[in-house]
């Protein structure tokens, strides 16, 4: 009933937003309109798809308006959001000829509110991609975001994406490490990959303190692990290895708790983290000065968690 309700008010709002421009000369594109009316969106598809072939009709900015509208509606109420959706595709297509050919302005509005709804929908997609990454998708949500980014600049062209790139490469990067985490040895590559996604943040904010956290502890958990496979078997050889592995690991891993600390110097997971990577390179003298800053902190009830 919900689904339905909101159906009908769309239709009601779309009926409203054209009446005023109805244009007998446009007979196809105003039977396509009753259609939609009607609440048949399939017929409505028929006649728009005639009246955009048409000559008499194709040379009009509202034709292309109406076309993008029921094509829209389609992918909204049809396919349920399909993110793999032609008919998404083709309601870009036909907007952004409105847009073109309407020297007046007369659609402006509308055309940029249904833009901005089909570009929210690609941001939609690469969130939810990114939130259920695997092997299979591993390109998607970065595709969809840019189509996303593509999209919303025909009607806010020169917008600022930082803060919209950085969530997306930490969301990305968190993910990846998850699937690395599912199983170190199998899945090595998404360390790699949550790693360059990390980076990919950092370029475009370097003091992002989750971003440098989460790259510090990633360094610092991977030596840690290479530590808890040692056993009473370790070849001489090997163990010294594995020791050098995990020192150049542990240093890799300080700059970013450096930086994470720097970006909050209440911030007990940073300091904490200082204090273990100073330890595991046997510099007990900072890992002490840290510790003392920790306990200094959380007495005087000055920490954050």
Known sequence: MGSKLTYILT??????????WCQPNLPTTSQAIA???????????DLILQAS?????????????????????????????????ENREVAIEAIKKSMA?????KYLDNNTKAIEFLATSYYNDAVRMSRSLNYE???????????????EALVHPGKNY??????????LARACHNIYGNDHDRNEVFFDRGMKYYEMALALRPDDYISNYNVASGFYNQGVRL???????????ELILIQERCVALFKKSLPFMQKAHASDPKGKAALKGLVAIYKSLSDEEKAAEYQAELERLIKEGEIRE
């Not at 259609?35 to 598809?45: F, I, M």
């Open 227 to 237: 530590i808890r496979k040692i056993d009473y078997d370790t070849e001489i050889f």
């Open 137 to 151: 998708n591993i390109n998607e949500p970065e595709r969809f975001y840019a189509r996303y980014k593509e999209t």
């Open 53 to 85: 072939s048409d000559p008499s009709e194709n040379a009009d900015a509202y034709t292309w308006y109406v076309k993008g509208f029921i094509f829209k509606e389609i992918y909204k109420q049809i396919e349920k959001a399909n993110p793999y959706s």
């Open 101 to 105: 050919m309407d020297a007046e302005k």
């Open 162 to 171: 930082a803060a919209g790139d950085v969530e997306l490469y930490r969301n």
């Open 11 to 20: 239709a009601v709002l779309f009926m409203g937003s054209v009446a005023a």
């Open 35 to 45: 259609r939609v009316q009607e609440g048949d969106l399939t017929a409505a598809k």
